[in-house]
């Protein structure tokens, strides 16, 4: 009965005399070592082949301790115990091993180590563990100069979103392929540190800019899969003081990269100190502009707009910030920072408002322009503003706020608001124009949705900047274009605007084109209020 019980246990079962003879093995034991019922002798001569322990049948105490065989093809991890067996008067009488399948939880266990340390995605190192091997690698070669560098998918959220998950994994692994490649010559470490950016260590002997550039250029002008470019952007940090930690190494790196942000024609960037300049600066922008509007540090400013005659009949709204310690700031100062971090929308409608209050101080005072008619002020509206206000919502109340016709606001939407999402926009353009307020297109012709405007949005006015007439190889067929477009838009009821006017003998050759209202500093800079009020207006 004791046999069939034990012959029963799925654990291979090799009991042994007091000398540590075998005598004995179960049905599992049969099965495991591979032994018939003639040979169960042999192991014990096993056991000490799996145990590298050659005096294995000499052991007197108890023990377990692990091997890991291959038996059938099969990768096997085993836990293996010896037990003594001792009679009532705690006498050793014999001994017996019992052989375990641990193989499903070492396996178990493997898998949930490798999933701590590797990007379940790509397979390679995930950050923490990436940063650990990096830290311990300068520590113990420190006689070599090292590059942090980082690789990062330009728009890879708009990859993913666009055109599915297993796209965006697709470009994880041809970006990983890469990185594998670049390893093939050079000692580098390497390992995922976000959705978007793999950094990796390189000696700083070993880095090829060159390199590195062609050979993720080549990759992602090889994948043919979605129609869409595939963009890499590449940071780069030199490492002059290895104490400082790992994370910040890379993190000067993710800063040289947000540099690149919206450029294409440049994908390598190495970081400089110049760049925490840049940040502490946007930064303090950021931050600032709350403040600077609450202490009205926000200046408005005026550049007339002028007929061929030399009459002003209105201005272009532009700010400047008297700030508290840099003095007066222009607006590519700190414009661009609140555009690239969604900030703008708290400056437009800080400018609209006391745009709109000007115009209501202006009308209450009777100022007149110098054709005695209302002035009209041209307001810029940023992308963001379509996103995050409901713009025709907003200049509704103003106008209804500060008892203002529709008429003296003048919307200026620059070209390349309207290269995304264009049906909404139109929508809220049309509501706009339908209650009055004049459209203006500012630099018109430097976009691509040229005729996409003349064709689809109700727009009164188009601003021609002065570059489009310059900017060519050949000037006399961009004149013969620009006089026929410039009659095409006055054919369609549609005022031009040319600005950056700067010398007079530009007035008589864009009048003949048919301009009849220009801007620029041949006319006059941007005034303060104060200034334009005194130069301009007519008091009634």
Same mark, same amino acid.
């Given at each position: 009965?004791?046999?069939?019980?034990?012959?029963?246990?799925?654990?291979?079962?090799?009991?042994?005399?007091?000398?540590?003879t075998?005598?004995?093995?179960?049905?599992?034991?049969h099965?495991?070592?591979?032994?018939?019922?003639?040979? @169960?002798?042999?192991?014990?001569?096993?056991?000490?082949v799996?145990?590298?322990?050659?005096?294995?049948s000499?052991?007197? %105490?108890?023990?377990?301790?692990?091997?890991?065989?291959?038996?059938?093809?099969?990768?096997?991890?085993l836990q293996?115990?010896?037990?003594?067996?001792y009679?009532?008067?705690?006498?050793r009488?014999s001994?017996?091993?019992?052989?375990m399948?641990?193989?499903d939880?070492v396996?178990?266990?493997?898998?949930?180590?490798?999933?701590?340390i590797?990007?379940?995605?790509?397979?390679?190192y995930?950050?923490?563990?990436?940063?650990?091997? @990096?830290r311990?690698?300068?520590?113990?070669?420190?006689?070599?100069?090292?590059?942090?560098?980082?690789?990062a998918?330009?728009?890879?959220?708009?990859?993913?979103?666009?055109?599915?998950?297993?796209?965006?994994?697709?470009v994880?692994?041809?970006?990983?392929?890469?990185?594998?490649?670049?390893?093939?010559?050079?000692?580098?470490?390497?390992?995922?540190?976000s959705?978007? /950016?793999f950094?990796?260590l390189? /000696?700083?002997?070993d880095?090829?800019?060159?390199?590195?550039?062609?050979?993720f250029g080549?990759?992602?002008d090889?994948?043919?899969?979605i129609?869409y470019p595939?963009?890499?952007?590449i940071?780069i940090?030199?490492?002059t003081?290895?104490?400082?930690?790992?994370?910040?190494?890379f993190?000067?790196?993710?800063?040289?990269?947000?540099q690149?942000?919206?450029?294409?024609?440049?994908?390598?960037?190495k970081?400089?100190?110049?760049?925490d300049?840049?940040?502490?600066w946007?930064?303090?922008?950021?931050?600032?502009?709350?403040?600077?509007?609450?202490?009205?540090?926000?200046?408005?400013?005026?550049?007339p707009?002028?007929?061929?005659?030399?009459?002003?009949?209105?201005?272009?709204? $532009?700010?400047?910030?008297q700030?508290?310690?840099k003095?007066? $700031?222009?607006?590519?100062?700190?414009?661009?920072?609140? %555009?690239?971090?969604?900030?703008?929308?708290?400056l437009d /409608?800080f400018?609209?408002?006391?745009?709109?209050?000007?115009?209501?101080k202006?009308?209450?005072e009777?100022r007149k322009n110098?054709?005695?008619?209302?002035?009209?002020?041209?307001?810029n509206?940023?992308?963001?503003?379509?996103?995050?206000?409901?713009?025709h919502e907003?200049?509704?109340?103003?106008?209804?706020?500060y008892d203002?016709?529709?008429?003296?606001l003048?919307?200026?939407?620059?070209?390349?608001?309207?290269?995304?999402?264009?049906d909404?926009?139109?929508?809220?353009?049309?509501k706009?124009?339908s209650?009055?307020?004049?459209?203006?297109i500012?630099?018109?012709g430097?976009?691509?949705?040229? $005729?996409n405007?003349?064709?689809?949005?109700? @727009?009164?006015? *188009?601003?021609?900047?002065?570059?489009?007439?310059?900017?060519?190889?050949?000037?006399?067929?961009?004149?013969?274009?620009?006089?026929?477009?410039?009659? *095409?838009?006055?054919?369609?009821?549609?005022?031009v605007i040319?600005?950056?006017v700067e010398?007079k003998e530009?007035?008589?050759f864009?009048? /003949?084109?048919?301009c009849?209202?220009?801007?620029?500093?041949?006319f006059?800079?941007?005034?303060?209020?104060?200034?334009?009020?005194?130069?301009?207006?007519?008091?009634?």
């Open positions: 009965m004791l046999s069939q019980v034990i012959s029963s246990f799925s654990d291979a079962l090799i009991f042994c005399d007091i000398d540590n075998c005598i004995y093995i179960n049905d599992a034991a099965e495991l070592l591979g032994l018939s019922d003639n040979e @169960v002798d042999l192991s014990q001569e096993i056991l000490k799996w145990l590298n322990n050659p005096n294995l000499e052991v007197k %105490e108890d023990f377990t301790c692990f091997c890991s065989r291959v038996i059938n093809n099969k990768l096997l991890h293996i115990d010896y037990h003594n067996v009679n009532s008067k705690n006498k009488i001994s017996y091993y019992q052989i399948d641990r193989t939880s396996d178990s266990f493997e898998k949930q180590r490798y999933l701590a590797h990007d379940a995605v790509t397979g390679v995930n950050k923490n563990h990436f940063y650990k091997i @990096v311990d690698h300068i520590e113990e070669y420190p006689q070599f100069r090292y590059l942090a560098v980082v690789i998918i330009n728009e890879f959220k708009l990859i993913n979103d666009v055109f599915g998950s297993f796209i965006g994994d697709d994880l692994h041809i970006t990983t392929k890469g990185l594998k490649e670049l390893a093939k010559n050079h000692s580098i470490l390497y390992g995922r540190l959705s978007n /950016k950094g990796f390189i /000696k700083r002997s880095f090829n800019d060159l390199e590195v550039r062609n050979l080549e990759l992602a090889s994948y043919d899969k129609y595939i963009v890499y952007q940071g940090y030199e490492i003081d290895d104490r400082i930690p790992i994370t910040l190494m993190e000067h790196c993710f800063q040289a990269i947000e690149l942000k919206n450029n294409y024609t440049h994908q390598i960037i970081y400089s100190q110049h760049l300049r840049q940040l502490l946007e930064r303090e922008v950021t931050v600032g502009i709350n403040d600077a509007i609450n202490n009205n540090e926000l200046l408005l400013y005026l550049q707009q002028v007929t061929k005659d030399d009459i002003v009949v209105g201005a272009e709204v $532009l700010v400047r910030w700030h508290i310690i003095g007066l $700031l222009y607006p590519n100062q700190f414009i661009p920072i609140l %555009e690239k971090n969604g900030t703008i929308i708290k /409608k400018i609209w408002e006391s745009s709109c209050a000007l115009l209501s202006w009308k209450k009777g110098q054709l005695g008619e209302d002035f009209y002020l041209s307001l509206i940023s992308p963001m503003d379509f996103y995050f206000l409901d713009v907003e200049f509704m109340r103003l106008i209804k706020k203002l016709s529709p008429q003296t003048r919307l200026e939407i620059t070209e390349d608001v309207l290269m995304q999402d264009i909404r926009k139109i929508a809220v353009v049309q706009l124009k209650n009055g307020f004049i459209i203006e500012d630099n018109f430097n976009g691509y949705t040229l $005729l405007i003349l064709k689809d949005l109700p @727009v009164d006015v *188009l601003k021609l900047e002065m570059s489009f007439l310059y900017e060519t190889r050949e000037p006399e067929k961009n004149h013969y274009i620009l006089e026929l477009l410039i009659k *095409l838009v006055q054919e369609l009821g549609m005022t040319t600005e950056g010398v530009q007035i008589p864009l009048s /003949k084109m048919g009849n209202l220009f801007q620029g500093f041949y006059s800079p941007p005034q303060p209020v104060e200034e334009f009020e005194r130069l301009y207006t007519i008091d009634n």
